[in-house]
């Protein structure tokens, strides 16, 4: 059997400390190309109930114990081993000390500290001038008016055409009881209208200010998802940095719009699984090892995961999601396929017998008992409002089974709607375009009446633009994500896939559908951890070809570490320039962007000198 601690630590070769002029003179022994063999690596055998360890396959052997071999008519071990040992083994094995740049803190009390800060960042960007632009604008017209609806009528009623004016004003008149047409449930427009209780519904702040602490919490959120995931404070420090500049995640988080709150859950979502990989996943293991299966009696399938209390906070999580917009359905959907194929790795890796039905029986079924049932009953809980109110939209039966009769024909309404909206917009993007943000959508331009532009008009504008350099390498480092995924199994960057896969892939299957470039806020933070992870590993702090279940928890990596396959120091202070390049560049693009997605007032000139392209415009 295989044990827990196997799993997690034998992976990583051992290496006598070095310190002063001993560590110097082995890191220029390096840069010369000289590397030391590991000391040990363990070895994972069915037998071992503590780490095995066993030489390195590329130790040499000399001295007596080579002229005996000889004696006996074998070849040394040296050059056996060069026979045995591919080319690409010997890299994979091979230790590189770390050099000094490269040693960063990597304490959990470092990733907290690197989490906090980037969420303080993202408030001073957010938070001030939510008033600015005194209008509604974009879908601002019928989220910030139907959530006024929720607050004074408990459901959505109808609206006058053209009442933002009068709205804006503090004239309401435009609103009837008579229930209102929407096709998104009602979760986002209830967190709108809190912050308009606050403020007060004429007050373009109280139009935004829940938005915009849902963008602060995203930012949170995603730089703990690289924490958990990565275990690198360099990481999660560029992760949240990431996050807090970017245009979208800054546009959504400054407007009364749902996606942000969609994309809010979605993550705390991927939070919940990933606390409970890190709970269930060593207690599978451990259980597993002590387990032995009974020859005479196959059916015995062995031992569970025990309960899963983080899945169920992902369930309710996910129903949040997608009781803001249906898209958070691929959520639900992905993270369960994501636990269930986990958990049958796990035990196929320590050699289960029957894994696939272990997996069926014991993971899967608790696994869907505590993610579905309860997001679908968090959904259903967030129509309370239309339960409530017999003026609802399409609430024209009395009773339990009435209701849930006509809630039932109220969705087959909503989904034509969704699948059959082709009405053409100026700023339609098709989901292609998303990736390399090829296709911005507008959400306010106004010339303003100011002397302050100096010979040429002033506008408030706010262009719904990801920062473009941040994007761009993004949509390389997705790609290299998904190779390093393949090929290593890597569970860890192929939970950042599966962010793309859950809220970005799933447009596809209606593309032609009237979408905007917008609504890539929901997995923006999986673009920022794409990036993240490219730049860390160009900074030497994070690796590839290592099971990611075998990295220790919480301590810095051994100097003996491999991550960097062989390359010497010239080599790796190259890439890391080029990562402290790069992250320099997307700093000032967000700079520089930066008042067109705050909604700033500034010249016509300055707004012309950012549409790089003509689709900008």
Known sequence: MVNDETLSNSD?????????????????????????????VAQEGPESGTDARAADAGTTVDGDDEESASEHGEEPAELESSEEVSEAEARRWKPVAIPRWAQLPMSARAGWIATWVMTILAAFIRLPGLGTIRTLIFDETYYVKDAYSQIALGYEGSWAKDTDPAFISGDFSGLSAEGGYVVHPSVGKWLIGLGMRVFGPTNPVGWRISAAIAGIILVFLTARIAQHLFRSPAITALAGFFMATDGIAIVLSRTGLLDVFLAMFAAAAFLAVLKDQEITHPRLVSRLSDWTPDPDDPKRIGPHAGSRWWLLAAGILSGLAMSVKWSGLYVLAVLGLFVAVRDW????????????????????????????????????????????????????????????????????????????????????????????????????????????CDK???????????????????????????FVTLRDRNWRTGFVVCGYLALYFPWYLNANRTIFNFYTIAFVPFVCLSVAWLLGYMLDQTRTWVDPDRMYDSESLEPGDYRWMGADVRIRQRWALGALVITALITASAVFFMPLWRGDLISYNFWHFHMWFPTWI
């Not at 040429?456 to 998904?482: E, K, M, Q, R």
């Open 456 to 482: 040429s008009d002033c506008v408030h504008a706010v262009l719904a633009l990801g920062n473009p350099l941040l994007w761009w390498v993004g949509a390389v480092a997705f790609f290299i994500l998904l």
């Open 12 to 40: 990583i070769p051992e290496a006598e400390a070095t310190a002063g002029d001993a560590h110097t003179e082995d890191l220029a022994q390096r840069e010369d190309g000289v590397c030391a063999p590991p000391k040990a």
């Open 345 to 452: 790795m796990t035990r196929r890796r320590v050699g289960h017998p029957r894994a696939f039905s272990a997996t069926l029986i014991n993971d899967t079924s608790v696994a869907f008992l505590a993610m579905v049932p309860p997001a679908i009953i968090t959904y259903i809980a967030s129509w309370f409002g239309w339960f409530t109110h017999w003026n609802a939209y399409g609430h024209r039966n009395h009773g339990i089974a009435g209701a849930f009769q006509d809630l039932w024909d109220y969705h087959v309404g909503m989904f034509k709607f969704h699948t059959g909206l082709t009405t053409p917009h100026t700023y339609q993007a098709h989901p292609a375009q998303w990736f390399v943000q090829a296709r911005p959508t507008s959400f306010a331009w106004d010339k303003v009446a100011s002397g302050a």
